[in-house]
């Protein structure tokens, strides 16, 4: 989908050379630099992160970053945990500061805490954003931030060292499902290509953010995956999470995000839909479909006035799920 980058002799063309250019004389600019990375932090952000850090390091500045949730104990074999509270920072300090991915999620509150010397730019690649920086490179063709990233390193002939290209195939794994997905675009894979050949450990980086699970987890999944029905009238896979089994498996509303995943690997099913309940009176639905079945699930969101897109939608409704003798219940 991103055909951004076009190399024609030397010279290399991007969608958003302006920016990418812009970007990188302010940060050659500032002394002080400020990286923002999304609440309870994926691994996109993370990766967008801690690659921009290590630039911005090797330049010789001071480089912070910043975080409402604390940086995953997983990843710590990764990289060291740079990340601080932003209330522990003095955010009027920084003359730019860099927002990566999801930046509606945690940017948002504190974006008003900065000056009009202050620079902000943002980096996302999620629909509907509605705040604007002073520089913005927003567009849903990414994959991920990391990708936007490795264009903006590729644009301004940014080495990239072992690390940055770590925390790129990090966030790129992250977010393309280890290639799974829709958006694992041929250009992603030459992308990842490339940053194995500048040593980014594939396996590494996959074992130690990917492939391990919380007891928690499994038992929450193995809850989901025993009440799991099949309607064969419109080929819906479906699953219910009561707020007392995420509690009685001490588990977290993260470890939800992957059942539907699973559940749409059921052959015949043409999408997944999980219902948790979320506190408050919330039941959260959460549908996924895969390109190869031809579902929209988006339309069905809409129906419950959620939204999202094809493959990937949510709503929430108010109710309680109730278990009846056919399947379940909304009251
Ligand atoms: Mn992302």
Not at 11 to 18: A, L, Q, R, T, V
Not at 208 to 224: C, H, M, Q
Not at 255 to 264: E, M, R, Y
């Amino acid at each position: 989908m991103c055909k951004s980058v076009i190399i024609s002799g030397s010279e290399i063309m991007s969608k958003y050379s302006k920016e990418f250019h812009t970007l990188n004389y302010v940060i050659n600019e500032s002394d002080n630099i400020l990286l923002f990375a999304h609440s309870r932090p994926d691994s996109d952000t993370i990766g967008s992160v801690l690659a921009l850090r290590e630039y911005i390091k090797s330049l010789g500045k001071n480089v912070d970053i910043a975080c409402s949730d604390p940086y995953p104990t997983y990843l710590e074999s990764l990289s060291p945990n740079y990340f601080n509270f932003p209330q522990n920072l003095d955010l009027k300090k920084y003359n730019l500061v860099i927002a990566t991915d999801s930046v509606e999620r945690g940017f948002q509150k504190v974006k008003n805490n900065f000056g009009e010397k202050q620079i902000i730019a943002l980096l996302d690649h999620h629909p509907d954003i509605t705040i604007k920086g002073d520089i913005n490179v927003i567009d849903p063709n990414y994959s991920s931030v990391c990708e936007i990233i490795y264009d903006f390193f590729e644009f301004n002939k940014i080495k990239l060292t072992r690390n940055i290209s770590t925390f790129l195939l990090l966030g790129i794994l992250g977010d393309t499902g280890m290639f799974q997905h829709s958006n694992t675009t041929a250009r992603v894979m030459e992308i990842a290509s490339i940053l194995i050949k500048n040593g980014a450990p594939l396996s590494k980086i996959i074992s130690i953010a990917f492939s391990n699970r919380n007891i928690s987890t499994l038992k929450l999944w193995g809850r989901a995956f025993e009440k799991a029905k099949i309607n064969p009238e419109n080929g819906m896979i479906v699953s219910v999470l009561t707020q007392k089994e995420m509690e009685d498996c001490g588990a977290t509303a993260d470890d939800i995000a992957q059942v539907s995943g699973i559940l749409n690997t059921v052959p015949g099913t043409k999408f997944a839909l999980i219902l948790s309940e979320r506190g408050d009176g919330i039941i959260k639905g959460s549908l996924r479909s895969e390109e190869y079945k031809g579902a929209d699930v988006s339309k069905i969101a809409a129906q419950f006035g959620g939204g999202g897109h094809r493959l990937a939608s949510g709503f929430e409704i108010k109710g309680k799920i109730v278990e009846t003798t056919e399947g379940w219940q909304v009251i």
